[in-house]
C-alpha cells in the first residue's frame, strides 16, 4: 500500500549489499516513487569509494529490478558545491522543493538502528514537523561494515552478502575497487602525518589503512537512512 509519493533512501552504499537491495524493494511498495542517494562526502570525513564508482554500483542494481520508480539520484554533488556538511533535513528539503511537493509527501527511510538514535538528528523535531519517516526492519543481516572488514582481512565474501551489481562482475572486481581505495587512503593518512610530524616530530607514518570516523549518536547526512 502506497503511503508517500517519495521516499529517499540515503545512505554511504560503501558497497551496496543485499540488505539494501531488499530495503529498495520495500519501499516500492510503501511508496509512488524511490530516490536512492549515495553520500557525496562524509560530514565527519568517513573515507568511502570514489562518489561514481558507487554511484555505477547503485545504477546496476536499479537497472536490474526493471522499474522506473527506482531512481539513483546524484543531487548530493550539487549540494555540495553550495553546503557542506549536507544533513538530512537539507537534503529531504532540496528534494522537496525540486519536485515540487508537499514535504509531507515525502519521507526519509531509516533502518531501526537509526529510529533509535533519531533524536539525536541534525534539527531532527523539524525533519519530524515538516516531513514523513518510513522505518524498516532489518531483514538481511549485513552491513558494509562486514564486507569492508572482509576484504581488508582478505577474507571470503558470502554471496548472499553482495548486491547484484557490484558482485555482476564478480568478486575480483570489487577487491580490486578495494584495495586501490585502501592504497589511496594509506597514501592520503601518511602524507597527513608526515606533514604533522614536522609539528610534532615524535609521530611516525603508519602503514595501515584510514579506519571510518564516527560520532555515536550524530546525524551523518544522508546515510542518516541506514548504515553502509
Same mark, same amino acid.
Given at each position: 500500500?502506497?503511503?508517500? =509519493?517519495?521516499?529517499?533512501? !540515503?545512505?554511504?552504499?560503501?558497497?551496496?549489499? #543485499?540488505?539494501? +537491495? =531488499? +530495503?529498495? #524493494?520495500?519501499?516500492? *511498495?510503501?511508496?509512488?516513487?524511490?530516490?536512492?542517494?549515495? *553520500?557525496?562526502?562524509?560530514?565527519? !570525513?568517513?573515507?568511502?569509494?570514489? %562518489?561514481?564508482?558507487? +554511484? =555505477?554500483?547503485?545504477?546496476?542494481?536499479? !537497472?536490474? %529490478?526493471?522499474?522506473?520508480?527506482?531512481?539513483?539520484?546524484?543531487?548530493?554533488r550539487e549540494l555540495f558545491e553550495h553546503k557542506s556538511p549536507i544533513f538530512s533535513i537539507d537534503l529531504l528539503r532540496f528534494i522537496a522543493r525540486r519536485a515540487r511537493l508537499d514535504t509531507k509527501d515525502v519521507a526519509l527511510v531509516m533502518g531501526v538502528d537509526n529510529q533509535k538514535v533519531f533524536r539525536t538528528f541534525y534539527r531532527y523535531q523539524?525533519?519530524?514537523?515538516? %516531513?514523513?519517516?518510513?522505518?524498516?526492519?532489518?531483514?538481511?543481516? +549485513?552491513?558494509?561494515?562486514?564486507?569492508?572488514? #572482509?576484504l581488508r582481512a582478505g577474507r571470503d565474501i558470502p554471496r548472499n552478502w553482495l548486491a547484484p551489481g557490484p558482485a555482476r562482475g564478480g568478486l575480483p572486481r570489487l577487491r580490486r575497487y578495494w584495495a586501490d581505495f585502501i592504497d589511496r587512503s594509506t597514501t592520503e593518512e601518511c602524507i597527513g602525518e608526515r606533514r604533522a610530524k614536522k609539528r610534532h616530530p615524535v609521530r611516525r607514518c603508519r602503514n595501515t589503512s584510514i579506519q571510518p570516523r564516527t560520532r555515536s549518536g550524530t546525524d551523518t547526512g544522508s546515510q542518516a537512512s541506514q548504515s553502509g
Open positions: 500500500m502506497m503511503t508517500v =509519493q517519495l521516499a529517499v533512501y !540515503g545512505g554511504a552504499f560503501n558497497p551496496p549489499h #543485499a540488505g539494501h +537491495v =531488499q +530495503v529498495m #524493494a520495500s519501499l516500492l *511498495s510503501q511508496a509512488a516513487h524511490v530516490l536512492v542517494v549515495p *553520500s557525496y562526502a562524509h560530514p565527519f !570525513g568517513k573515507q568511502m569509494v570514489d %562518489f561514481d564508482v558507487r +554511484v =555505477q554500483w547503485l545504477e546496476k542494481i536499479a !537497472g536490474d %529490478f526493471k522499474e522506473p520508480r527506482l531512481v539513483v539520484d546524484t543531487c548530493e523539524e525533519i519530524m514537523d515538516e %516531513f514523513s519517516v518510513i522505518t524498516l526492519p532489518e531483514t538481511i543481516s +549485513v552491513h558494509s561494515t562486514m564486507i569492508r572488514d #572482509a
